[in-house]
């Protein structure tokens, strides 16, 4: 198992010992009645296999990008466990990356994960051309060597399917599509085990949205990393992703094989979601 996620829970507010046990989909609702703190996720449970890719999706306020926050540690759990192969204490058991120090929470987020943003003022440095932004990445993976960085950073630019001689162009110069594709090399160009995409082509144009979908399974093909991708929209789901997570008011609704979700849902709530589409 590449990826083990294990009742984590994300509140704000307070918080009381209900909040968990009194919200959710069972109680409609994401707001503890004691307390009123808000249960973004509520214990969730889900893993990623080496060269899976899993889909979350859900309603606006469903706890889906907040769990993937989670899984990056952009935000810090309430509660629970997450468990990264290879990540182990000093007697080689696995380890809860929750409880790792900031240095290994670090190295972990430099090489093996790595997080597409939805806006790509997130996951570039707008101060650095496209070049320095993928560079950056690949210095934090430990190569030190110019003329390998810059090799590295040329081959990524080709990959993205964007020409050589921009490189030394600012993320300001280019379309959105173009620096999501900036952002998509940046993110690979460590060779992550584990990709993350949070809703990558909302508000881009459709043609557009296509050609970066494509582009991105092509590059997990190729290179062969695990992927969990949130999304609102099923057909980017159904387009990607071998496994899907449904999820309502911070819990987990449905979780299966995507085509099996997608032709015979079981949960009313993903029953909607699906006809929604049709």
Request: glycine share 8%; hydrophobic share 35%; proline share 4%.
């Amino acid at each position: 198992m590449l990826l083990d996620v294990r009742n984590v829970s994300k509140i704000y507010g307070t918080s009381c010992d209900q909040c968990l046990s009194l919200t959710g989909v069972e109680h409609d609702r994401a707001i503890c009645p004691e307390c009123g703190s808000v249960v973004a996720v509520n214990s969730i449970s889900l893993s990623a296999r080496k060269n899976e890719i899993l889909g979350i999706v859900g309603e606006s306020g469903s706890g889906k990008s907040t769990l993937l926050q989670l899984i990056y540690q952009d935000i810090r759990a309430s509660s629970g466990e997450i468990f990264f192969q290879g990540v182990t204490d000093k007697n080689g058991q696995p380890s809860n990356i929750l409880h790792e120090p900031p240095s290994a929470v670090s190295r972990l987020r430099s090489k093996e994960m790595s997080m597409i943003y939805q806006n790509p003022r997130l996951g570039l440095n707008f101060l650095f051309s496209a070049g320095g932004n993928i560079a950056e990445r690949i210095i934090g993976a430990g190569e030190r060597r110019y003329d390998e960085i810059r090799s590295n950073a040329l081959d990524y630019i080709r990959r993205i399917e964007m020409e050589t001689s921009r490189i030394d162009d600012y993320p300001e110069e280019f379309s959105g599509g173009q620096q999501q594709r900036i952002q998509i090399a940046k993110a690979l160009s460590s060779s992550p085990q584990l990709l993350l995409l949070d809703e990558p082509t909302t508000g881009l144009d459709v043609s557009v949205q296509a050609k970066i979908l494509d582009l991105i399974k092509e590059l997990q093909q190729d290179m062969g990393f695990s992927m969990i991708i949130v999304s609102h929209d099923l057909g980017v789901i159904n387009h990607l992703t071998d496994i899907t997570v449904v999820m309502k008011h911070g819990t987990l609704v449905e979780y299966g094989l995507t085509d099996q979700i997608l032709e015979d849902p079981q949960h009313p709530y993903t029953q909607l979601l699906v006809s929604s589409i049709l």
